[in-house]
């Protein structure tokens, strides 16, 4: 689940507890979590609910001006069924601590190397990524993905995996290895 900057600070600072989405089928559940631009989210309901249900107040608690507004954001999809999400912030990005860590003991990367070798399968992608990236920091995905021969959409799954062992850093535009990404690279001999 997507969500735009503003909503997301206002679910920060806690003016925003309700997300409104039309889905075929939700993305997310109840119980679980979202990693965000401000933090971790906990997705605490998730409930369909006739958008005749939806009230002002519901509005004002999704970040909207008006019930018309969100009604008009809820049409720009046609089809699905409207699902009403209660959310609250719970925590820093556990992401962000984990990438400033340079310094890793052996036994953590040899955990490590192994989930990253579960993760490279036959394919041998991660030291070919990482090293993309250290290259060439800022350069947008489907540049790099045709560099590696890749389609954008699956080598954005894949440094999405990296992001989350802390290895690499999302920019406005493109990636940067993290210094832990740093590095693991260097210890990789790549």
Same mark, same amino acid.
């Given at each position: ?12 600072? #806690? ?6 989405? !039309? ?8 119980? /679980? ?16 609910? @006739? ?5 002002? +107040? ?6 909207? *001006? ?13 089809? &699905? ?12 990005? @556990? !992401? ?5 860590? *340079? %310094?890793?003991?052996? #036994? ?5 190397? +192994? !989930?990253?070798? %579960?993760?490279? #399968? ?15 920091? &800022? ?14 959409? @699956? ?10 062992? #802390? ?6 535009? /493109? ?8 590095? +693991? ?6």
């Amino acid at each position: 689940m997507l969500l735009k900057r503003r909503f997301l600070d206002g679910i920060a600072g #806690g003016s925003i507890s309700l997300v409104f989405r !039309r889905w075929r089928k939700p993305t997310v559940k109840a119980g /679980g979590t979202l990693k965000t631009a401000v933090g971790v989210l906990a997705i605490d309901e998730v409930e369909s609910t @006739p958008l005749s249900k939806v009230t002002a +107040v519901d509005a004002k608690r999704a970040g909207y *001006s008006s019930l018309d507004e969100l009604k008009a954001e809820l049409s720009k999809r046609d089809e &699905g069924d409207v699902y009403r999400i209660k959310v609250r912030h719970v925590g820093a990005d @556990p !992401r962000i601590a984990l990438r400033t860590q *340079s %310094r890793i003991g052996s #036994g953590e990367f040899d955990a490590l190397l +192994v !989930r990253l070798q %579960r993760l490279d #399968g036959t394919t041998r992608w991660v030291s070919r990524t990482l090293g993309l990236i250290e290259c060439h920091p &800022g350069r947008r995905a489907a540049d790099l993905a045709s560099e590696l021969g890749q389609e954008t959409a @699956p080598f954005k799954l894949n440094v999405r995996k990296l992001k989350a062992l #802390g290895l690499t850093e999302s920019l406005e535009v /493109g990636y940067r290895l993290s210094p832990r990404g740093r590095t +693991v690279l260097a210890r990789l001999g790549k």
